[in-house]
Nanobody, 120 residues
Framework: QVQLVESGGGLVQPGGSLMLSCTTS????????MGWYRQAPGKQRELVAT?????????????NYADSVKGRFTISRDNAKNTVYLQMNSLKPDDTAVYYC????????WGQGTQVTVSS
């Protein structure tokens, strides 16, 4: 059974930082491209950042970011821990959303989401 479990969300003040984690099981993690998406109330789910699959367990991947988060967010992966991370800095109220982890190879899997609220 494939599972993607996000953690690390919460309430943070504008300008603050959070690190989200997504730990997977049931897949050969390094063979999957991984992504973070978010959905704010009343809006469609949107891509935040992606990282490609890895050639070896110790290699990383190429990254891609939405324009709205470039320079503030960093996606990374640890293939030994089957985990993908999203480091979020300089958070803004517009970053408030439920953040979802995504794993893609020939099939796509989603996590259950973690709430991020940026508010003073």
């Amino acid at each position: 059974q494939v599972q993607l479990v996000e953690s690390g969300g919460g309430l943070v003040q504008p300008g603050g930082s959070l690190m989200l984690s997504c730990t997977t099981s049931g897949i050969i993690f390094r063979l999957y491209a991984m992504g973070w998406y978010r959905q704010a109330p009343g809006k469609q789910r949107e891509l935040v950042a992606t990282i490609t699959s890895s050639a070896t367990i110790t290699s990383g991947g190429s990254t891609n970011y939405a324009d709205s988060v470039k320079g503030r967010f960093t996606i990374s992966r640890d293939n030994a821990k089957n985990t993908v991370y999203l480091q979020m800095n300089s958070l803004k109220p517009d970053d408030t959303a439920v953040y979802y982890c995504n794993a893609y190879n020939l099939r796509t899997y989603w996590g259950q989401g973690t709430q991020v609220t940026v508010s003073s």
